[in-house]
């Protein structure tokens, strides 16, 4: 299973939106409640941030093992929201089929 970090803010509304995403998806999906993640306030944990710099612009943004997966856009609906996080998720519980042979 993969590592998910999200960037936010606090009073963000489009972070409340991830938030609230993530808790559904999660109470909805077990394999979900299970990925560790990480919430990065971006402002009060500058040196956590630090390596996603330059990576992403808008919050919240979602990586997965370090790489983004997800970057809200200004508008952007709750559903759109959702639908992101959702693809987040399952890249964090995908697993690597190897090929025999």
Known sequence: MKKVTVLYME????????ARAMDELEKAYSAYAEVPVEW????RERE????FAGAYYYVPSIFVDGTKV????????YEECKRH????FRAAVEQRV????
Not at 40 to 43: D, K, L, N, Q
């Open 11 to 18: 009073g963000c509304p489009y972070c409340r939106n991830a």
């Open 40 to 43: 990065i306030e971006e402002t």
């Open 48 to 51: 956590k941030a630090q390596p």
């Open 70 to 77: 997800y970057e809200a856009k200004p508008g952007e609906s």
């Open 85 to 88: 996080v959702e693809t987040a």
């Open 98 to 101: 190897e090929a025999d042979g």
